[in-house]
């Protein structure tokens, strides 16, 4: 099939509900993708952090390949190899005291999870998010995730949800009732702009947590896998949660979801209280072996930190010299850039010039590489955004919208 063909089909067939970009992807190999005419694009999206490993990493290519010859589905309700290798890694590198988990799907499914499960370990209903916050699409996560464009068509959603303020503990404090069993939150928020808190927010969190008897849950769906330049972005400041939901990377490119918990939490769900069929099946379990081995091998946290700071330090040349740029903030290669209006004219702009970037709310340029990009590929993109935002510029110039 051509390039037309391609879009054609998915446009007629597939359900409309994704924002497309007029691009054909076809193959890739670390941090670069190429399209079905061969054009090559440097990926500063990662397929909205998926490919922390980059494109077809080696070691989970063969993984997938080795175990496709030796089982690829086996319900959990049956003991296997490995899962059993891969729930050992991963409780290995997670925060102490997370040492039980539940293997399911996508970021949305463990959270899901993780809302069930901190209603069961209390026995009370309510869970409290932040606004700005997302967790996801399914029911439970839409009812805490703040997007009224994602919210409103479905509801009424699930009750006893709330949201309150952001970094403001005492808007927090002043939120929990008696019938509160759970405080979400991401430690970096990532569709809402790339918020990195104050410093001191998680541990005045928790401790609020701790002195009201509430669970604290954070989702580390995207900030988790070394991208902050920590395993885990919580890491950042010392704190652990009791529960924490995990996905997008954690299986080199294949679906996974996770939840860890504190074993005296997870042990409140009993047999037949949750469950999903495809829950640790071999095949996603094999990758997940192989890109935790990456992770820890290559130094892929390290490396987040290191080239992340060398990024952000051209991002805020990008700032110094566009008066269009607003802010530049994140940690690691979990980066934003906030412009002074809607970002969709430069990140189409971005594309059009072989750099695939995302948004993050209607003003932020989001940035989630690759974790094995090099600079490089980091100086090929910022000449890109650099050149897409003075075309953007011009434009407005020219139409006299340039904001002052």
Known sequence: MNENEIIEAENRYLANVFSKKPVVLTSGKGA?????NGREYVDCASSYGVAALGHCHPKIVEAIKAQAEQLITCHSCYYND???EFIEKLVKITPKGLDKAFLSNSGAESIECAIKLARKATGKPEIIGLMGAFHGKTMGALSLTWDKKYREPFMPLVPDMKNVAPDNPSKLRAAITEKTAAVIMEPIRGEGGIRVPPDDYLQEVQEICDRRGVLLIFDEVQSSFGRTGKLFACENWNVTPDIMTLAKPFAGGLPIGITVAKENIMSTLKVGEHSTTFSGSPLVCAAGC????ALIEEKLADKAASNGKYFRTLLEGLQ????????VRGLG???????RYDVYGVLMKTIS????VLDAGRTVIRLLPPLVINKPQIDRAVTA???????????RASSSTVPN
């Open 385 to 395: 955004l650099d050149a897409a935002l003075e075309e953007d510029e011009n434009g």
């Open 353 to 356: 010039k072989g750099v695939l």
């Open 333 to 339: 290669l979990m980066l934003g850039m906030e412009l």
């Open 82 to 84: 490995k899962r059993a």
């Open 320 to 327: 110094a010299k566009h008066k269009t740029v607003k802010e």
């Open 290 to 293: 192989a890109a935790i081995d």
């Open 32 to 36: 670069l993708l190429w399209d079905v």
